[in-house]
């Protein structure tokens, strides 16, 4: 039996992240290490999220 976490079982867990993981998808991210992925990752999801909570959609 393979455990699934539940973080990755709801992937992506809504529009901010799924629009963070379209974006960083597009990007040359080769010179960074792990822990700046992760930090990059962190920005540009605070930015969208950001803006999504300006929208009225």
């Given at each position: 039996m393979t455990y699934v976490n539940a973080r990755q079982a709801n992937f992506p867990f809504n529009e901010a992240t799924a629009l963070?993981?379209?974006?960083?998808?597009?990007?040359?991210?080769?010179?960074?290490?792990?822990?700046?992925?992760?930090?990059?990752?962190?920005?540009?999801?605070?930015?969208?999220?950001?803006?999504l909570a300006a929208k009225p959609y």
């Open positions: 963070t993981m379209l974006y960083l998808e597009k990007q040359d991210l080769s010179d960074l290490s792990p822990s700046q992925l992760v930090e990059k990752y962190h920005e540009v999801y605070k930015e969208i999220d950001k803006e």
